[in-house]
């Protein structure tokens, strides 16, 4: 096995250790085994960074012509945002969603079958790398406001219909802790998105000499960037937040998943990465 | 026993809101100073005022009534006939006044059960008590035992844990809304004793700043004094709302005052930041279309009560766990009360001398073996009795002589009692941690040093 993969590995043991973690603090809600599992995962996102560093090193165009590169990349910024949300704004409860979700795309990413195709040299340059690492990094912070926004609309629900709050609910953070991952993810994950659709645009006018070729998954980022910035406007222009907030967060999250698993799946795209 | 606790007082249950301001003794100098006219009857003294209860501790020569002398102060102080005053006090003395005192730190006896503020309000009284040299053995001790009663209270029974007063609950839920209210507005609209309550528990949370608005505008300024927050008069209530985030209402008004229509345009003004109502009055004060608002929460008295009603049951079973703490307290106080007096102090010092060579005595005999001469027997315990009995001579002749100067001695015989343990009390590992400062313990737990 090379060292590579023995990285993989133990970031994947890792973050099932970690995941315990998260369970067990939430389940006694108590701090301590989430910051426990916090600092487990957190060795694994060390493992897992350096496995993505080695791969790109050993051989940059098998590395960014296979899948399970983006995927594993994918599962590693959302850890990454998970972190930053912890420590910015106390939403320890993000890993218990994050860190197994991190843990399960790390593993599809082993399973796939490494497709060994070489890149053709066309992708390389500054604008494929911002093109992947923006759009990578507002997905993963979309991830986090949908969870968090699942959060949120029901623990609203809960507080307005003056339903009980013991147990989950009151492990739940307060609302604007939970809103105010929503806003990050506005203020920051919309810039980023935008900057990674429009170095796509650029570096396809370089690379293919067209800005858009109907691809159906450059169709339906179209349709994700006009929703997020629907969120973003409503949000920053007109102060919606809350609800209506969260539920556009879970739509957009939602949308980039039917993108990212549905279009590379049912459809013949030029962003399948094999 | 050379001397006699009494305990007088007022609280929410014996004196209507009127009375308590009337009678606050917010400044207890001018008490102390009329006290100290009968220097010799009053020994020790202590104020206790908040703004829910007065509680006055005296410490007086044993068989002395200084209940005349203690209305007559406290009412001309305030300003007021005695008359007016007597009715609402209640006195304790002994023991019930120990109990008394225990349960009022224990917080036992305030509107909201369980609650911890009054516990530093006491510390703070004590001090005051102990810089201007008020507090002496007597007051030193009880307070001691008061705050290590309260520690007990809160660690063996499960009073200070759940939401069970309605405006701790509305505490709770603005905390679920905003995760800390450290850098939220509150409003307070009106008065009564529920709304106040929750004004407090805000404050207490650390809440940034409260406005008290009310139709006069006198009452307003009284309870923001009390809040240390900003009075509002009853027009300037609406455009003031934006700023806002935490609206407790409680008014006497049949007709809501406030309506959907004006927290939509308050919310527009806000960029619709959340904000929580809490309607304690009945008939509503807030529209309950307010609800139905987005990032708007409106909890009446009826939701709040749902919420608090079942953790009440149990409430009342920690209670009476409490109590049973209390009293056995109190009962362990009377006790060392009791022998804080030559005779007791003598007899135990003897008698603990005894059983100290005895003890010894009999391990002795026990390792010379069972054929030891009868005489040689006698003559041991003779010895050893007699070394006791001389070691305790000088202790003894110098309590005595301390007895008969100015002050009863109390402090020595005190002292006494402790260096030679004759309370046979085993001191907590932390016995000593009340006498320096605790990192982190907060202002609310400044311990003083048991002077003289």
């Known amino acids: 096995m090379e060292f590579v993969e023995l990285l993989s590995y133990g970031a994947i043991l890792l973050y099932l250790l970690g995941s315990g973690g998260h369970i067990c603090g939430t389940l006694t809600r108590k701090e301590k085994p989430k910051i426990a599992g916090g600092i487990v995962s957190g060795l694994g996102f060390v493992l897992h960074g350096l496995s993505l560093l080695l791969q790109l090193i050993q051989d940059p165009s098998l590395a960014l012509a296979a899948s399970e590169f983006y995927l594993s990349l994918f599962s590693w910024s959302l850890l990454l945002f998970l972190f930053i949300l912890w420590f910015k704004l106390k939403l320890s409860f993000l890993g218990l969603v994050a860190t197994p979700l991190a843990m399960f795309m790390l593993m599809a990413s082993r399973a796939a079958t490494a497709a060994n195709v070489h890149l053709p040299t066309s992708l390389s340059g500054l604008f494929f790398g911002l093109h992947i690492g923006c759009l990578f990094a507002a997905i993963g912070l979309l991830a986090m406001a949908c969870a968090a926004g699942v959060g949120y609309i029901n623990l609203e629900r809960r507080i307005k219909t003056k339903g009980r709050l013991t147990g989950v609910w009151a492990a739940l953070p307060a609302l604007e802790s939970l809103d105010r991952a929503n806003h990050l993810a506005v203020t920051t994950g919309f810039p980023l998105y935008t900057v990674g659709l429009v170095s796509g645009f650029v570096w396809a006018w370089i690379t293919w000499n067209r800005f858009f070729s109907w691809d159906p998954k450059e169709i339906a980022?179209?349709?994700?960037?006009?929703?997020?910035?629907?969120?973003?406007?409503?949000?920053?222009?007109?102060?919606?937040?809350?609800?209506?907030?969260?539920?556009?967060?879970?739509?957009?999250?939602?949308?980039?998943?039917?993108?990212?698993?549905?279009?590379?799946?049912?459809?013949?795209?030029?962003?399948?990465?094999? | 026993m050379q001397h006699d606790i009494h305990l007088y007082g007022l609280n929410h249950r014996t004196a209507p809101v009127e009375v308590r301001e009337r009678f606050a003794l917010k400044e207890p100098e001018s008490f102390e100073q009329c006290m100290r006219a009968l220097d010799h009857a009053v020994s020790e003294l202590m104020v206790l005022s908040t703004c829910n209860r007065v509680e006055i501790v005296v410490v007086a020569l044993a068989?002395?009534?200084?209940?005349?002398?203690?209305?007559?102060?406290?009412?001309?102080?305030?300003?007021?006939?005695?008359?007016?005053?007597?009715?609402?006090?209640?006195?304790?003395?002994?023991?019930?006044?120990?109990?008394?005192?225990?349960?009022?730190?224990?917080?036992?006896?305030?509107?909201?059960?369980?609650?911890?503020?009054?516990?530093?309000?006491?510390?703070?009284?004590?001090?005051?008590?102990?810089?201007?040299?008020?507090?002496?053995?007597?007051?030193?001790?009880?307070?001691?035992?008061?705050?290590?009663?309260?520690?007990?209270?809160?660690?063996?029974?499960?009073?200070?844990?759940?939401?069970?007063?309605?405006?701790?609950?509305?505490?709770?839920?603005?905390?679920r809304i905003f995760g800390t209210v450290t850098d939220k507005r509150a409003m307070l609209i009106g008065a009564g004793e529920m709304a106040e309550l929750a004004a407090t528990h805000l404050v207490r949370s650390g809440v940034k700043s409260i406005m008290v608005a009310n139709r006069t505008f006198e009452r307003a300024e009284q309870l923001a004094a009390c809040y240390k927050g900003a009075a509002l008069a009853f027009s300037e209530l609406i455009p003031k709302l934006p700023e806002v985030d935490i609206v407790i209402s409680s008014t006497g008004s049949t007709e809501p005052i406030i309506r959907a229509r004006d927290i939509r345009e308050v919310l527009r003004k806000r960029k619709?930041?959340?904000?929580?109502?809490?309607?304690?009055?009945?008939?509503?004060?807030?529209?309950?279309?307010?609800?139905?608002?987005?990032?708007?929460?409106?909890?009446?008295?009826?939701?709040?009560k749902e919420v608090v009603e079942e953790n009440m049951v149990q409430r009342q079973a920690e209670a009476e766990r409490a109590r049973e703490v209390v009293h056995a307290e109190a009962h362990k106080f009377g006790l060392w009360l009791n022998a804080l007096d030559l005779q007791p102090t003598i007899v135990d010092m003897l008698d603990r001398g005894e059983r100290i060579a005895r003890k010894?005595?009999?391990?002795?005999?026990?390792?010379?073996?069972?054929?030891?001469?009868?005489e040689m027997r006698a003559a041991l315990e003779t010895l050893v009795l007699s070394i006791s009995r001389k070691l305790y001579h000088d202790p003894m002749i110098f309590l005595k002589r301390r007895a008969q100067e100015e002050g009863g001695g109390e402090k020595f015989l005190d002292l006494a009692r402790r260096m030679f343990n004759l309370d046979e009390e085993t001191p907590p590992p932390d016995a000593h941690g009340d006498r320096k400062p605790q990192p982190g313990s907060g202002d609310d737990s400044p311990e003083i040093l048991p002077e003289d």
């Open chain 1, 221 to 274: 980022a179209l349709g994700i960037w006009l929703l997020f910035a629907f969120l973003f406007h409503q949000r920053l222009a007109l102060g919606w937040r809350g609800r209506k907030t969260a539920w556009l967060a879970i739509w957009v999250f939602g949308l980039c998943l039917v993108s990212m698993l549905g279009i590379n799946f049912l459809l013949k795209t030029h962003h399948s990465f094999a």
């Open chain 2, 272 to 304: 619709n930041r959340p904000m929580f109502f809490i309607d304690i009055a009945v008939p509503r004060d807030i529209d309950p279309d307010v609800n139905s608002l987005d990032n708007v929460y409106l909890y009446d008295i009826d939701d709040l």
């Open chain 2, 360 to 374: 010894e005595l009999k391990k002795t005999l026990k390792r010379l073996g069972p054929d030891q001469d009868p």
């Open chain 2, 63 to 175: 068989g002395q009534d200084v209940t005349a002398q203690v209305l007559e102060c406290w009412a001309r102080v305030s300003g007021r006939p005695v008359a007016e005053l007597a009715p609402h006090v209640y006195e304790f003395t002994g023991i019930a006044a120990v109990e008394h005192l225990f349960q009022v730190a224990s917080s036992l006896d305030s509107m909201v059960l369980g609650e911890p503020q009054i516990l530093g309000q006491l510390k703070a009284a004590y001090r005051g008590a102990v810089e201007k040299g008020l507090a002496r053995v007597v007051v030193n001790r009880l307070l001691h035992k008061a705050f290590f009663t309260a520690k007990r209270v809160r660690t063996e029974t499960g009073i200070g844990t759940s939401a069970v007063s309605i405006s701790y609950a509305a505490v709770e839920l603005a905390k």
